[in-house]
């Protein structure tokens, strides 16, 4: 199975359970989490199942091409249950099954594996499922997002794609994947995977890095009209109505932030105390987009609720 | 002759701290909800199973049916109930009619608050299963993990979302609902193996039909079977087993039914370190790593304990795989840390913060040199060697191998400088200055080690209470506690004596343009404190509290090991049973002389008979005495002060008033107890000895 086969099965076999199939978000994200078909949608009580792939960037975890299991920037395959459903990890055993992979003749466990997202102010309680002795996939109860409970839970699933694929392929050497016949991962990603960990570790310029964290930061206060005065026990205040806030472009810069954060981090640019400061900054912004998003949801009627119900 | 009774509650995968925790909360509801529905009897019986999919309990000798119970029930004040001819108001009528009694039942009962109204109920014994199915619902809300989550609509919280429950009264249902899920007998067996639901027929046959689906619901069962398997199998591969009593517990609670499967990588990679193969397949894997059993050499192969195999090739290829690429990143890290010596990472330390207000652990790894210098030179050891084991002990921190896996801290350190040539005594002390890491661990064996253990401690402690943070209740984030406790471990099992207040002092003015501390007075006098403190804790057990403090009172502070020859010779002593009066009779003497001057004894003035053959008496030993304190021979010391002095004091005391009128006289006999008082108080304090000393049993100390 070449690795678009392998997207195009998890799209076939999600879109057949009532996934939405979307696309990766157009900007740089740390994982499918950022994307925010997933945190915002994750928040508040409106139904939401949806799948993606998501081109995910981890600018620590270049090695210049060099490493066979290591890359700054790798893809995931995600998927949003929401609510969880009680056969969700039938699902996703399913989905293995429907990778050519008969849970029964491997050994599958899931092993414990919190996850929380610090700058996302999001948390969740799950899985990591090992097959054979690998990590192929994440698995999450959300509990908490953008600082916000929960209600109801969403299930995430995450699935490692260039993992799965080298198991598939049986190579040991991530760029010997078969992306498609005749095109190796490396054709593909081996020079980028040199030039962004060299830009990464090597040239990034911090002081551009570090403006232009500063600056999309004081775009989200703008768009959300963020005061910065808080209310009673920390409450965020705004000082523009639901309606009147730029939650999408105000998350987009969140997310700006955060991929800058990372690059300043990976360039070695950031102390231990500043880090996390930095992360403070970014979930604070995070939990006001949140909480935005929310009250846009609310002063809409929760539209997907009526959906859902119609569907029904 | 009553039933049994099963609880099965069957989830998604619990983690494996989870199961036993639950359980164990399981059980202890179990208990008192049991005992508080009137249902135990004396032969109750209460036992939990579980796996990672279930939690499961288990009652014999529930008592067949709720036994009646008679109780009287206070109703409102008589003046409310009745009208003062006796005729009944409507609280009266109200109140029978809600206990099922005619007015006439009603009894008037006296208070402090006045008459009241009350009546005798008699309340029938419920059947077992009625009154399981009002406290089963509870039983499942008071079951505790270590974090708990929500699922779906996100209503209940549990360790795991809850997929079904049997609940069984022998062959009935006992009917509840919890999670929004119904309990019936309808359970599952393995996920992979047995993956249908199935009936459950009867309690009792709970676990013998699981084990038919490929479950072994009793954790001791399964780990025996799964250390079973691992015996053989390393047997098989004529090895033995690495033991690992943690990696065993997490691994059974993983499994729903165990099975072994060996797996093996290239032997080249036998040329890492022991410790790193092994780190890399029990951190990152869950392996057991298995050696030869002749020599005790690692063999290039593993056991993996699995839920399922089927396919037993299979996944041992990829679980070969996995563990091929994590050896080969842990061998990349070992070859790049080796590109450059252990020493060049020193550089790297002054940027690492040791704590925000005592600098980096460049400056740390500075001070720890002073301070086994300072040692060694006390101690009479190569100090070079010291001081070079002490610049280069954190080094292996801000190696790649220590960063992925921090648990070989000290030891890859002494990895890599013994491929560099440096000084076995040097290169072990690097490993060995982190011992003891606890109770159970051993101090360092050889001078280096253990004078690097030292000045890292006390580095550490002087710091901390420096800048106020000190342990307060069970906050203790820098483990000051246990550095502590390493010193004077290290100072009375190790190779050297530590000087408790020079060493303070030392560790103190090595802080010198580092960090502001508070005074070094306050810093001395509360670490001192706490030293105390923990020595008294160390050793209160086997010496008892009262021993350690009177040895505390007569210690200098300096010498640890001085502090411990008081402790042994008094615990000895202690042990005599002439013991008990001398205690006394010193105690005596102490606390009549307490407040009187000290002076020289006028030997004519003493009187014939006990006075004086106390004094002559004292006046022939005064300077053996002391002359063994001295030389630290405390054993000696008391010895002497039982044998030769303990029957004339008796007698003194015996025949002799103290407090006579005569001021001269009395002021000459003050004065010879005085001094006899202060001789024995060089040792220890002996008024400050429980007088049951001669009956002192660990068992029962203070």
């Known amino acids: 199975m070449t690795f678009q086969e392998l997207i195009l099965a998890l799209e076939r076999f999600w879109a057949e359970r009532g996934c939405l199939i979307v696309q990766p978000y157009n900007s740089e994200v740390g994982a499918g989490t950022f994307n925010p078909h997933t945190f915002l949608r994750a928040i508040g009580p409106e139904p939401w199942n949806v799948a993606y792939v998501e081109p995910s960037r981890r600018p620590t975890d270049g090695r210049y091409g060099e490493n066979p299991n290591r890359l700054q920037q790798f893809h995931q395959y995600q998927v949003i249950l929401k609510p969880s459903p009680l056969d969700i990890q039938d699902l996703y055993l399913e989905s293995l099954r429907a990778l050519g992979t008969d849970p029964s003749h491997h050994d599958i466990r899931f092993i414990e594996d919190d996850w929380e997202s610090p700058t996302l102010g999001a948390w969740g309680l799950g899985w990591q499922v090992w097959l054979d002795g690998l990590e192929i996939s994440q698995f999450t109860y959300f509990q908490q997002c953008g600082g916000i409970d929960c209600k109801p839970i969403s299930g995430e699933l995450t699935y490692g794609l260039e993992r799965i694929a080298m198991y598939l392929q049986d190579v040991d050497d991530v760029y010997e994947l078969q992306w498609a016949p005749g095109i190796r991962y490396g054709d593909i990603y081996k020079r980028a995977e040199w030039e962004w960990s060299t830009y990464n570790f090597e040239q990034a310029d911090v002081e551009l890095q570090k403006n232009l964290f500063e600056e999309y930061e004081k775009q989200v206060a703008v768009l959300l009209g963020l005061s910065d005065k808080k209310g009673k026990g920390g409450a965020l205040q705004f000082d523009r109505e639901p309606l009147e806030r730029l939650a999408l472009p105000a998350y987009d810069a969140v997310i700006k932030c955060s991929h800058y954060f990372n690059v300043l981090d990976a360039r070695g640019a950031i102390s231990v105390t500043e880090r996390q400061r930095y992360i403070g900054r970014v979930r604070l912004i995070a939990r006001a987009v949140a909480e935005s998003w929310y009250a846009q949801r609310e002063a809409l009627g929760f539209p997907l609720l009526d959906t859902a119900a119609a569907a029904q | ?702």
């Open chain 2, 1 to 702: 002759m009553s039933s049994e009774f099963l609880l099965e509650i069957g989830t998604e995968e619990l983690p494996a701290s989870f199961v036993t925790h639950a359980l164990r909360s399981m059980k202890a509801s179990a208990v008192e909800l049991v005992g508080q529905a009137r249902l135990g009897t004396d032969s109750l019986e209460v036992h939990t199973m579980g796996t990672p999919r279930r939690l499961a309990l288990r009652l014999r000798g529930l008592a067949a049916s709720q036994p009646d119970r008679d109780e009287t029930v206070m109703g409102p004040p008589w003046s409310a109930a009745f009208e003062t001819d006796g005729s009944p108001k409507k609280a009266a009528t109200g109140f029978s009619k809600k206990h099922g009694v005619a007015v006439g039942d009603l009894r008037k009962q006296a208070t402090d608050k006045g008459d009241y109204v009350s009546v005798q109920v008699h309340e029938a014994g419920k059947a077992t299963d009625a009154v399981l199915t009002e406290i089963l619902p509870e039983l499942c809300r008071r079951i505790t993990f270590p974090k708990s989550m929500r699922w779906g609509p996100g209503e209940i919280a549990f360790g795991r979302p809850i997929h079904w429950i049997v609940s069984l009264l022998g062959s009935e249902v006992v009917g509840f609902e919890f999670a929004g899920v119904q309990a019936g007998r309808s359970t599952r067996g393995h996920r992979f193996l047995a993956p249908k639901s199935f009936d459950l027929d009867h309690a009792s046959n709970y676990e013998e039909a699981l084990e038919q689906a490929h479950v072994i619901v009793d954790l001791t069962r399964r780990k025996d079977r799964m250390m079973d398997g691992l015996l053989a199998s390393a047997k098989s591969l004529d090895g033995v087993l690495e033991p690992d009593a943690f990696l065993a517990d997490e691994c059974v609670s993983l499994v729903e039914e165990p099975f072994t499967v060996p797996g093996s990588f290239d032997e080249s990679f036998l040329e890492l370190p022991d410790t790193v193969v092994v780190s890399v397949m029990r951190d990152h894997q869950r392996y057991f790593a298995v050696r030869a059993s002749k020599g005790g050499a690692l063999l290039p192969s593993y056991l993996n304990v699995v839920n399922t195999a089927q396919d037993p090739e299979t996944i041992a290829k990829g679980n070969d795989r996995v563990l091929r690429a994590r050896l080969a990143d842990a061998r990349f890290f070992v070859e790049e840390d080796r590109k450059a010596p252990l020493a060049d990472r020193l550089q790297k330390l002054e940027s690492v913060v040791f704590q925000s207000k005592l600098g980096t652990m460049g400056a740390k790894v500075r001070r720890l040199q002073a301070n086994a210098r300072a040692l060694a030179q006390g101690s009479g050891t190569d100090a070079d060697a010291c001081v070079e084991a002490a610049r280069l002990c954190k080094a292996d921190l801000e190696t790649l191998i220590v960063f992925e896996f921090p648990e070989l801290q000290g030891e890859m350190g002494r990895w890599y400088a013994l491929r560099e040539g440096i000084d076995s005594a040097i290169a072990d002390a690097i490993r060995d200055h982190y011992r003891p890491q606890g109770a159970d661990d051993v101090v360092p064996d050889q001078v280096v080690g253990a004078v690097v253990a030292v000045a890292d401690r006390i580095d550490t402690l002087v710091g901390c209470f420096g800048i106020g943070l000190v342990p307060s209740g069970s906050a203790d984030p820098f483990a000051l506690r246990r550095a502590a406790l390493g010193i004077i471990r290290i100072a009375l099992e190790g190779p050297i004596d530590v000087d408790l207040q020079q060493l303070i002092d030392e560790a103190y003015a090595a802080y010198s343009g580092d960090a502001e501390l508070a005074p070094a007075d306050e810093v001395r006098a509360s670490l001192g404190d706490f030293f105390r403190g923990r020595i008294r804790a160390m050793l209160k057990d086997a010496h008892g509290g009262d021993v350690v403090d009177a040895c505390l009172g007569a210690w200098d502070g300096t010498s640890l090991r001085d502090l411990r020859s008081r402790i042994e010779a008094v615990s000895e002593l202690g042990a005599a049973p002439e013991f008990e009066a001398l205690a006394v009779a010193f105690k005596r003497a102490f606390n009549i002389t307490k407040e009187s001057a000290r002076g020289v004894v006028d030997p004519a003035l003493l009187e014939a008979g006990a006075e004086r053959a106390l004094a002559e008496r004292f006046g022939t030993v005064r300077d053996q005495i002391r002359e063994a304190t001295d030389e630290r021979r405390y054993a000696d010391a008391l010895k002497l002060v039982a044998k030769e002095l303990g029957a004339p004091i008796d007698r003194f005391f015996e025949e002799v008033f103290v407090m006579v009128d005569d001021a001269r006289i009395r002021e000459n006999r003050l004065r010879l107890l005085r001094e006899i008082a202060d001789t024995v108080n060089g040792i220890a304090h002996f008024h400050q000895l429980g007088t049951k000393l001669q009956r002192r049993d660990p068992s029962i100390s203070a």
